[in-house]
């Protein structure tokens, strides 16, 4: 078992190749952490407890007798506050007479095969799975908590979250309940977070940690463009390969907060959860509350190691359904084409001539519904437009389909138009405080997902419209933060549940499309990547990256994106010039190649192409469909960072037996009077001999010497307009990229 109890030490070791997490039952019933790094071997009193004890006499102890026993400098796997830990704690519930403090102390252990799933949330999945269960108990509150983790036989991997079971008769409220705390013996790390906007989401943020909280979160009720819910921990002169690096994640799409706190010994405290700030839960006798599962990751093979074992996890223990570790479909969105402005007879347009250039999959975006032509009315009203569609949607599905595609369309479950039958019928359906004017955003409302009527409404008038169209794909949008937070179902002293209800209701609603519709593709988006972390992932196994589709932007934000969340769930298309969000032109070949490293697509109205795009297109596609598992699936490394000099980005993909590769290699401006970069490229095998369209390279010799860039292209600039081959590489000038294919001879 990959999970040991010492009953000497009273110490719990869970275990794999890879990674050690070593925890240890104090005498007063707290849980210690001692290790969590790199594998150690399993020894009898293998942790040494050296931490500082009692630096001053006057530190608060449980015990009077041992002063210098105090949880003041202990490193602590769950903190409470109250009894002498003044970190900030990892939870706290209100009791009845009003205190807030709660000491729980350890009862027994479970350590089984397997992982149980949590109830209405997104978990990790795995026949490769071992858990622990530590029962707590505190006396006072007669509340039990369970901690949970778990580990895979194969990944650097530890997730934990926590069940709170009420057993008392009087009832309590959680005010603070995170998924997991980690005590870090020493503070010498970078924290890096991934924050931003929309349009340009998840830029890498790099910064010291100081003494002192520091935090990114979200009190958007969705997780946010502005902070990701993820943290990273590096050292110094820890790079892509090399040093040690922990990623810390959570599988949810709500609130939530991810912070770190050094104190005066230089010890780090990190934790995430869902956001304490606007958050309680009542818990009656015999309850359960459940914190969303944390992702713990170590690596001593620097943040690419990291990025491993995250995009591992991702796609084979959260992913799920049919496009699981399937190439997705190449894809024709109508949004930028069209807009709101179309008929069936225009949309056929579009999706016959992107069959005719190899598409598989026709998306019918916004518009298609109640009288929906801006974005001010109808959402709610899920019913065709006759006027754009006077055959009905199933009609338009069945005419695609019979073109030879699948058939996708867009819907925003969430929201309601002040504009719409649904408002006039049930204005109390939307977010808003009674006797107040509610805030717009988008000119829309948020439903109250907490309210089950709402999930039942929704859920039966969408299934209608899947059924009928027959589809093969939704893009599920979410367009507006939360905000005028209120429910009228639920009481005065429950109303800080509702963030939380929330996302369980749109959970619930996920969960029960997947069950109908098992064969759907999801696409999770939210005004592009708003709602882009590892609890959707479970739901919708790829996200809309983001609304800027600029082949530049994308760049930065596909780079940050890809540190937590594995190529495949990039939605990333090629959209017209000038690029719409930001008015920048580039080649077509361009802005393929970057999306070509992600769920792979088109944005643009294929019919009014020139013909050199067109041939373009058509190349471009036929080539994705050769290598469209490698870009999704292969073993993606980071090899440039565009956060470095802005100007020169490049990663690559090896397959697993790591016989084919494809390098990509982008410079944004064009400078004079320069030589040949040499890039040394990873993930090879030294011995294979690996052959470009020209040449043949050592695997040694790439990976010590390096590839010279620029070579096909300045050797041979003609050949994808000479003959009918894609020639990965585009002009010269600004905006250069290429791809290089490498494949073992
Ligand atoms: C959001 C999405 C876009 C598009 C529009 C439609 O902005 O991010 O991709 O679907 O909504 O209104």
């Known amino acids: 078992m990959p999970i040991q109890f010492n009953e000497k030490t009273r110490e719990f070791h869970i275990f794999n190749n890879h990674i050690s997490y070593i925890i240890g039952i104090l005498k007063n019933g707290d849980i210690e952490q001692c290790y969590f790094g790199k594998k150690l071997r399993?020894?009898?009193?293998?942790?040494?407890?050296?931490?500082?004890?009692?630096?001053?006499?006057?530190?608060?102890?449980?015990?009077?007798?041992?002063?210098?026993?105090?949880?003041?400098?202990?490193?602590?796997?769950?903190?409470?506050?109250?009894?002498?830990?003044?970190?900030?704690?990892?939870?706290?519930?209100?009791?009845?007479?009003?205190?807030?403090?709660?000491?729980?102390?350890?009862?027994?252990?479970?350590?089984?095969k397997g992982k149980d799933k949590i109830p209405g949330m997104p978990a990790t999945y795995g026949d490769d799975v071992t858990t622990l269960e530590l029962?707590?108990?505190?006396?006072?509150?007669?509340?039990?908590?369970?901690?949970?983790?778990?580990?895979?036989?194969?990944?650097?991997?530890?997730?934990?979250?926590?069940?709170?079971?009420?057993?008392?008769?009087?009832?309590?409220?959680?005010?603070?309940?995170?998924?997991?705390?980690?005590?870090?013996?020493?503070?010498?790390?970078?924290?890096?977070?991934?924050?931003?906007?929309?349009?340009?989401?998840?830029?890498?943020?790099?910064s010291p940690l100081h003494q002192g909280i520091q935090e990114v979160n979200s009190n958007r009720g969705i997780s946010s463009s502005e902070h990701n819910p993820f943290i990273a921990l590096k050292r110094k002169d820890t790079n892509e390969d090399n040093g040690e690096a922990f990623g810390f994640s959570l599988l949810y799409s709500g609130n939530f907060t991810a912070l770190a706190e050094v104190d005066s010994y230089d010890k780090t405290r990190v934790a995430m959860g869902i956001n304490p700030f606007e958050f309680s839960w009542k818990l009656n006798t015999g309850e359960n509350f459940y914190t969303p599962e944390a992702v713990l990751v170590y690596s001593d093979e620097g943040l690419g190691g990291m990025s491993q074992a995250l995009h591992s996890l991702c796609q084979n223990n959260i992913m799920r359904g049919d496009y699981k570790l399937t190439r997705r479909p190449v894809l024709f969105n109508n949004w930028e084409a069209t807009y709101f402005n179309f008929d069936e007879e225009k949309l056929l347009k579009i999706a016959s001539s992107a069959k005719e250039l190899g598409a598989e999959l026709f998306v019918l975006?916004?518009?298609?519904?109640?009288?929906?032509?801006?974005?001010?009315?109808?959402?709610?009203?899920?019913?065709?437009?006759?006027?754009?569609?006077?055959n009905g949607i199933g009609s338009l599905g069945k005419k695609v389909k019979d073109l030879g595609l699948k058939f996708g369309l867009w819907i925003e479950p969430e929201m309601v138009n002040e504009k719409s039958k649904l408002f006039r019928e049930h204005p109390d359906w939307a977010i808003g405080v009674p006797n107040r004017k509610r805030s717009y955003g988008r000119h829309q409302f948020v439903l109250d997902f907490s309210n089950p009527d709402v999930i039942d409404y929704i859920f039966?008038?969408?299934?209608?419209?899947?059924?009928?169209?027959?589809?093969?794909?939704?893009?599920?949008?979410?367009?507006?933060?939360?905000?005028?937070?209120?429910?009228?179902?639920?009481?005065?002293?429950?109303?800080?549940?509702?963030?939380?209800?929330?996302?369980?209701?749109?959970?619930?609603?996920?969960?029960?499309?997947?069950?109908?519709?098992?064969?759907?593709?999801?696409?999770?988006?939210?005004?592009?990547?708003?709602?882009?972390d590892l609890g959707l992932m479970y739901y919708a196994p790829q996200a809309w990256t983001s609304d800027d589709t600029d082949g530049v932007e994308r760049l930065k934000i596909q780079y940050g994106t890809s540190l937590i969340y594995p190529i495949v769930s990039m939605g990333s298309?090629?959209?017209?010039?000038?690029?719409?969000?930001?008015?920048?032109?580039?080649?077509?070949?361009?802005?393929?190649?970057?999306?070509?490293?992600?769920?792979?697509?088109?944005?643009?109205?294929?019919?009014?192409?020139?013909d050199y795009d067109k041939l373009k297109v058509s190349?471009?596609?036929?080539?994705?469909?050769?290598?469209?598992?490698?870009?999704?699936?292969?073993?993606?490394?980071?090899?440039?960072?565009?956060?470095?000099?802005?100007?020169?980005?490049?990663?690559?993909?090896?397959?697993?037996?790591?016989?084919?590769?494809?390098?990509?290699?982008?410079?944004?401006?064009?400078?004079?009077?320069?030589i040949k970069d040499m890039i040394r490229l990873k993930g090879l095998n030294p011995n294979f001999d690996y052959a470009t369209e020209s040449f043949v390279f050592g695997g040694d010799e790439l990976m010590n010497i390096g590839f010279p860039l620029q070579l096909e292209f300045n050797e041979f600039p003609q050949n994808a307009d000479q003959n009918n081959s894609y020639s990965h590489s585009n002009n010269k000038g600004d905006f250069f990229s290429e791809l290089i294919v490498l494949k073992a001879k």
């Open 460 to 532: 039966n008038l969408i299934s209608k419209v899947f059924e009928e169209s027959k589809v093969d794909y939704v893009k599920w949008d979410m367009n507006r933060y939360l905000s005028d937070i209120y429910s009228p179902t639920l009481p005065p002293n429950r109303q800080k549940e509702f963030f939380h209800r929330y996302i369980l209701g749109f959970y619930n609603l996920y969960e029960r499309f997947i069950e109908k519709f098992p064969h759907v593709l999801f696409e999770s988006c939210a005004s592009g990547g708003s709602r882009f």
């Open 135 to 206: 029962y707590m108990h505190d006396e006072t509150s007669q509340t039990d908590i369970t901690l949970f983790y778990h580990i895979f036989d194969n990944l650097p991997v530890i997730t934990r979250s926590v069940r709170f079971t009420q057993v008392g008769d009087q009832s309590i409220n959680i005010t603070r309940a995170l998924s997991f705390c980690l005590d870090l013996p020493d503070s010498e790390y970078e924290m890096i977070t991934l924050n931003g906007a929309w349009g340009r989401e998840r830029y890498i943020d790099c």
């Open 573 to 610: 298309h090629v959209s017209a010039v000038p690029n719409h969000q930001i008015l920048r032109s580039t080649s077509i070949d361009f802005r393929a190649n970057v999306a070509m490293f992600g769920a792979f697509g088109y944005e643009l109205d294929p019919t009014i192409l020139s």
């Open 365 to 390: 975006d916004d518009g298609w519904f109640g009288k929906r032509d801006d974005d001010t009315t109808s959402l709610g009203d899920w019913f065709t437009d006759l006027n754009k569609l006077p």
């Open 42 to 112: 399993s020894r009898e009193g293998i942790t040494k407890r050296f931490y500082q004890f009692g630096p001053s006499n006057a530190a608060i102890c449980p015990i009077d007798s041992d002063i210098l026993f105090t949880p003041t400098v202990q490193r602590r796997e769950y903190p409470n506050y109250g009894t002498g830990d003044y970190h900030f704690c990892a939870y706290q519930t209100e009791q009845s007479n009003g205190s807030r403090i709660n000491n729980f102390s350890y009862r027994d252990y479970c350590i089984h």
């Open 619 to 674: 190349q471009q596609i036929a080539f994705f469909k050769e290598y469209g598992q490698l870009f999704q699936y292969g073993t993606f490394i980071r090899l440039k960072s565009p956060f470095e000099n802005n100007n020169d980005c490049a990663w690559m993909v090896v397959s697993e037996d790591k016989k084919t590769a494809i390098v990509a290699n982008f410079k944004v401006l064009a400078r004079p009077n320069t």
